[in-house]
Structures are given as structure tokens and as C-alpha cells.
């Protein structure tokens, strides 16, 4: 650590001051000297920590592993460069500081009952991390606990979610039915560890069960339960005790208690256990990646009209991990690299891409923190995008080998919906368990070599031999191999090229396009020419390697030091209203603007040139669409007009659950009348307006 006194945060200059919290991008030019060096002492001497357990067998019986490491923040720990400077030595130090230790072994089922009876034991640790430590010059340090990582079912126990069922997701709470729907997706909200506490505590049947210390505390209602249960939450539909039973479950998105750390004492403050910012992350990148690249590759080959193409694919899968009885998450990536370089001439560039995106997307999450950069998280957002969007283009719902809930489920969700929000916190691979999972195979190899089977003697013999091991130097990272071989594998590929989304898809599928857009407003906000530009053809993001990491006009790169998950939601939020308020130019031709009560107004832009948008750029420019059948009623479902038909190809895509309210024009020549204020003593937009309901449309210029 880097740590220093007290005294020397109070001496330090003005500029200094500013070019640490740069360095850090914690710098705000609103602030004031004291407030910075107050700020720069505060998380220069903050240490957080991240948490992982899992359940599996040792000896013929359950056992439960935890896990807790410190997170690499180059705030209070040196680079690799100052430690290289410092000591002469080369060390991957974010390794070394994340190397995980283990905190608790206990003999337990795998059910939540006998799982949870180990909290009591992670509240007492989490108490004593409210006193602070002394290094030995003196300097105070701070603990706080701020993530839990691990497979799907940990995240959903320790966050308090349902095992499986339609709401399995335990970051969103998104419809198992609805995953592969990205402008659904990418809407719903990341649900706090605090969201969950109210929810469950909000009705007087929840809370109840909850200080009865329940663990399914909304199972087995009576009716009249169910009846109260919904009234607190301001439901008063359903006959039925099964439709009362729906309503509940479709209200609680799949909440079924209190987080687990809250649950011997449901309503405490999280402030108060020292996890004011404690979030379990959604998406833990060894077991989403390795498992659909699984289903990618043994889905695709159906998919692939090409035969040779197809027989080579098979061949490449086949030679990579067909003979192997154990596959590996590096054995998943390695196959990955060596079918898209196989298939490479052969392929169609949409199949190429679906590959290379994928490529792309297993690599990001698995570099340092120190490459993570503007530009990583951009190309990440733009990979899982285009990668989803091919999948439903080339793949479809048609499947052959795997069932739709398996291809589109809970792996491809985590990666495309929560990976890319996540990485504007915390790198790949610090939210990676893949040293973490290792433990496991440690522990059991001590188990079977070392232990006489008796539940007396096996805990306590596996502390004793991991600490030897340790000592011994016996405890190597198997990770900066396997990492150092993809590595090697990947330089075999072509160089990264730029993200190049076609005009068609955008046209296609322009309502998770716009999503999209949603998700990357802070780098839309710039303007053109900064990290984007367009051809007629194509959507042009500069992303690849070789092009800069950081750009002046922003955006910041955010951490987890000093904003969560739901803050980078609401931040997003913010830039993307800036975006419509100035009316910035961004790459699309129609943007969905839903008010509070569900109606939804589609602006028509003329952002977007190129032979495709030619006829919208035309109509633009005169100041009027022809649009003869359109719709006046605010609750009309569907739009069957030839303005419509001519400009979306994907009529379900674009209107899917759309009430459709009123069109705006933004871009081209404005009418002349526009600028007289006297007509019929109402404003121009007033006029037009009018004039648009009497021949059938609504159009308002701005």
C-alpha cells in the first residue's frame, strides 16, 4: 500500500492535489481545495473487500466455502510500474492483492435454511470491521465490504432471489420470457440490496415472516394473507386464491426474502452492518462466458447454411474440447479462438462477426484493471449489442440443440445485459471466481490425500494444510497461465478493427438500437466525429485497440470507490436526457420517447444519411410525412401505414407493447409559416398541429 501520513494530505499544493484525483478521475472543479485533499485522504486510505462462497461436496457431505479478498484500487495500493520503481521487482500486483483467502468452511445441506444459520458468524466479522486498522507508521485504514461475486445460485442466495422460475435474474428481475428483448432489458432497473429489503418489508404479511425468520417468507399463503400482502402494495384485482398467487409473484419480480445478511434482523439499516454500498454483482464472467460459448458453438452448426463452412466449425469444436471429459472455462475460450480463425474465408461476415464478437467479449472480461479504459467499456457495449442481435438474426428461436430459455438465458442475459454496466465499475477480472472456484479442487484434493473422513477432523485439517501450502509457496496461480496461453492464441488473429454496426441492422432492430444508445448516451453526448461517425452504410465507433483510451469532450472513467450500479444507471439516465434536450446528433432514425402514462411519441430524424434514410430525409426537409391511415387514438396498439411499412422492416420489433401518441420531426427545412405569431392568435406549433389532426396525423416540429 501507498498510504501516508495525515500531514501530508494538509501540506500538499493546490495542483498536486488535482493531478491525484485526475490520475484517480475523481477530480470535480467544483470543489475546494479542503474538500479535495479531504477527498484524496479518504480514499487513499479506504480498502474495500469482495466476498465469495459456494456450496459443493467434501467427503460424501455438503459443504460450504467462503472466501474474501481485497480489491486492487490504485488508490491505495501502488501500480506495477511504482512497485517495479520501488522495489526492482516485476510483480502483477493487482494479482497478488486479490488473491483470495479462505474465511470460512462449514458443514451444511445446500438448502437457504441451513445456509443462512452461518450469518450470525459474518455479522460478527463485519462488526469488527467498523474498527479501523494501523499500518505501522500509524495511518488509519478503512474496511468496508463492497461486493459479493459468485455462480447464479450464490448471487440469488445471498441477494435473497428465487432459484430458477420466470424471474430468475437476481441483478434485474428481468422475465425469464423476455431476456433476449434488449430494449426490455436494458430498462430494467438494477435492483439495490436496499430495493430488496423494502420490497420484502413493504407488506405487513412479508414483514412478518420476516421477523419470524422465515426463509421463504411469501410461500404457503392463505387467502386472506394474499389479500393483505397485495393491498399494502396497492393491488386490489384477482378473485382467486391462484390469481392472488400470480399477482403477488408477478409484483415481487422474484424477491422471495430479505437479503441474506439482513435476515436475522430484517429491518436494520445496511448503513448500520457497514454495507452501505455492499451490491452483489450480476454477472461473474468465468461462468457466463464458458457456458455460452458452450451453447454457441454447439448451437450454431444447425444454423449455417454453408457446408463447408459448417464442416469446419464442427471440425475446430471437435479438436478443441470434443475428446476432452473435463472442459475448463480456458478450454471454452481457447475453442472459441480457434474456430473463428478456422472458419475465417469461409464464413459469411455475419457468422464471422457473430464469432469475433464473442472474440471480443470473452477478452475484455478478462483483462486488469489497469487496461480498463472509455474505450474498453465502449467496445464491450457495442460487442454485446451486435452480438445478441446477430444471434437473434442467424440463430433465431428456431433452435435444434438447445431449448430457447438455454441459449437465451441466464448466461447470454448476464453478459449482455449487466457485464457492460458492471465494467464501468470494476474490471473483468476482479468480478472473475475462477481463482475462487479453484479452492474447491484444492480443498478436495486435501480432503481425499489428507483426511480420516471424520466431520471432526476435516475442517479444521483443511485450514491447517491450505496455511502450509501457502507458507510453501505451493499455492500458484494457475490464472496468469491459462490467461498467458489464450493470450498467445488470440495474437494468431487479425488485428481489431473498428465496431461497425450496418445501417440495416439499426433500421431492423431499432428499438434495442436505441436502448443501446441509451446505454452509451455518455459517449453520444461529444457529438459526431468524437467516438462515432457514419458512412452511407455503416455506424462507425472507434473502439479498436490503437485508438485512444481516454478523449478529452469525456465521458470520466467511473469506479467502485465512488458510485454503484444504480448510480451508472441514473448517471446514463441523465446523459441520454441531455442528449434529446440539446438535441445532439446520434446514430438513429426514430427515437421512442415514452411518457409517465405508458404513451410513447416517435421523433423521425434525419441524423442518419446513406441510400437507406433517403426517402425519411426527404420527407424531413419538406416539413411533412404522408401518412394517410395513421391513428389519432392514444391507446391504438399497432401502426399499419405505408410511412411506417416503408421505413421499419421488423413491424414486431418496432411496435412491440407500443402506444403510440404523437410524431415529431427533428432536422430538415422548418415551414415558412413557422414565424408568424398571429395566426388564429395560437403558436406556429399549435397551427401545425392542427392542421395535422384534420388530415389524419400529428406532426410537431421543433
Known amino acids: 500500500m501507498k498510504v501516508k501520513a495525515d500531514e501530508y494530505y494538509s501540506e500538499m499544493q493546490r495542483e498536486e492535489v488535482i493531478n491525484q484525483l485526475k490520475k484517480l478521475n475523481e477530480y470535480n472543479p467544483d470543489d475546494g481545495l ?13 480498502r474495500h473487500l469482495q466476498i465469495w462462497h459456494d456450496h459443493s461436496t467434501l467427503a460424501n457431505t455438503g459443504h460450504i466455502i467462503f472466501t474474501v479478498n481485497c480489491l486492487y484500487d490504485p488508490a491505495i495500493y501502488m501500480t ?33 435454511a441451513e445456509q443462512l444459520a452461518y450469518v450470525e458468524t459474518r455479522l460478527c466479522c463485519l462488526q469488527h470491521l467498523q474498527k479501523n486498522l494501523k499500518t505501522a507508521d500509524g495511518v488509519e485504514i478503512k474496511d468496508k465490504m463492497r461486493f459479493f461475486h459468485g455462480d447464479s445460485p450464490s448471487r440469488e442466495f445471498e441477494s435473497g432471489q428465487q432459484k430458477g422460475g420466470h424471474y430468475y435474474c437476481s441483478g434485474c428481475g428481468a422475465h425469464a420470457d423476455r431476456v433476449y428483448e434488449l430494449d426490455y432489458c436494458f430498462r430494467c432497473e438494477p435492483v439495490s440490496l436496499e430495493d430488496r429489503q423494502n420490497i420484502v418489508m413493504k407488506g405487513p404479511i412479508g414483514k412478518r415472516n420476516s421477523f419470524l425468520q422465515k426463509p421463504k417468507p411469501f410461500s404457503a399463503l392463505t387467502r386472506e394473507e394474499l389479500e393483505s400482502e397485495l393491498g399494502a402494495r396497492e393491488i386490489y384485482e384477482g378473485k382467486t386464491k391462484k390469481e392472488l398467487q400470480n399477482l403477488l409473484y408477478e409484483n415481487l419480480h422474484g424477491v422471495s426474502r430479505v437479503p441474506a445478511l439482513l435476515f436475522t434482523n430484517p429491518s436494520r439499516s445496511l448503513e448500520s452492518l457497514n454495507l452501505g454500498n455492499y451490491e452483489v454483482l ?11 460459448i458452450e451453447n454457441l458453438l454447439t448451437e450454431l452448426p444447425s444454423h449455417i447454411e454453408d457446408e463447408n463452412c459448417r464442416e469446419k466449425l464442427v471440425e475446430a469444436v471437435t479438436l478443441t474440447t470434443g475428446k476432452k471429459e473435463t472442459k475448463r472455462a480456458v478450454d471454452f475460450r481457447c475453442s472459441l479462438l480457434t474456430t473463428s480463425l478456422y472458419v475465417q474465408g469461409t464464413a459469411s461476415s455475419s457468422v464471422q462477426s457473430l464469432l469475433d464478437t464473442m472474440v471480443d467479449m470473452q477478452d475484455i472480461l478478462y483483462k486488469e484493471d489497469k487496461h480498463r479504459s472509455p474505450r474498453l467499456i465502449l467496445r464491450y457495449h457495442n460487442s454485446s449489442w451486435y452480438h445478441l442481435t446477430l444471434c437473434r438474426s442467424i440463430i433465431g428461436f428456431n433452435l435444434k440443440s438447445k431449448t430457447v430459455r438455454k441459449f437465451y438465458g441466464t448466461y447470454l442475459h448476464d453478459l449482455t445485459a449487466h457485464a457492460p454496466l458492471q465494467l464501468r465499475l470494476v474490471s473483468g477480472r476482479t468480478s472473475s471466481a475462477e481463482e475462487k472456484e479453484r479452492t474447491f479442487n484444492t480443498v478436495k484434493s486435501i480432503t481425499n490425500t489428507t483426511s480420516s473422513y471424520r466431520p471432526a477432523h476435516i475442517i479444521s485439517n483443511i485450514f491447517i494444510r491450505l496455511q502450509a501450502e501457502e507458507k510453501l509457496g505451493r499455492s500458484g496461480n494457475c490464472v496468469e497461465k491459462q490467461q498467458s496461453h489464450v493470450s498467445r492464441l488470440a495474437h494468431s488473429l487479425p488485428p481489431q478493427k473498428n465496431t461497425k454496426i450496418p445501417k440495416t441492422l439499426i433500421k431492423k432492430y431499432s428499438s434495442s438500437w436505441q436502448a443501446h444508445l441509451e446505454r452509451i448516451s455518455d459517449f453520444l453526448l461529444p457529438g459526431e466525429g468524437v467516438w462515432w461517425s457514419q458512412d452511407d452504410d455503416f455506424v462507425e465507433f472507434f473502439d479498436a485497440c490503437g485508438e485512444a483510451e481516454f478523449r478529452d469532450e469525456g465521458p470520466p472513467l467511473h469506479h467502485f470507490r465512488s458510485s454503484t450500479l444504480k448510480n451508472e444507471d441514473q448517471y446514463l439516465k441523465r446523459c441520454w436526457q441531455q442528449c434529446l434536450e440539446r438535441e445532439v446528433i446520434i446514430p438513429t432514425h426514430i427515437i421512442r420517447d415514452e411518457s409517465q402514462d405508458g404513451k410513447v411519441m416517435r421523433i423521425y430524424t434525419d441524423y442518419l444519411t446513406g441510400p437507406l434514410f433517403a426517402e425519411l430525409a426527404a420527407k424531413i426537409a419538406l416539413g411533412h410525412t404522408e401518412s394517410d391511415d395513421m391513428s389519432l387514438e392514444p391507446d391504438s396498439k399497432h401502426l399499419t401505414t405505408s410511412f411506417n411499412n416503408a421505413l421499419e422492416e ?3 420489433e418496432e411496435n412491440s407493447g407500443e402506444t403510440v401518441a404523437e410524431f415529431r420531426l427533428i432536422g430538415g427545412e422548418q415551414p415558412e409559416d413557422l414565424n408568424d405569431d398571429n395566426l388564429l392568435g395560437a403558436s406556429p406549433v399549435t397551427k401545425h398541429k392542427e392542421e395535422a389532426k384534420a388530415s389524419g396525423m400529428i406532426v410537431i416540429y421543433t
Not at 479542503?34 to 479506504?46: F, G, P, V
Not at 512497485?83 to 526492482?88: E, I, L, S
Open 80 to 112: 506495477d510500474k511504482e512497485y517495479k520503481d520501488t522495489t526492482g521487482k516485476v510483480v502483477d500486483v493487482q494479482t497478488e492483492i486479490e488473491k483470495p483467502h479462505v474465511y470460512i468452511v462449514a458443514r451444511c445441506r445446500s438448502c437457504d
Open 34 to 46: 479542503t474538500k479535495m485533499r479531504k477527498k484524496l485522504q479518504k480514499i487513499s486510505t479506504t
Open 282 to 292: 450480476p454477472c461473474e464472467p468465468m461462468h457466463d462466458i464458458a457456458h455460452h
Open 650 to 652: 421488423d413491424p414486431e
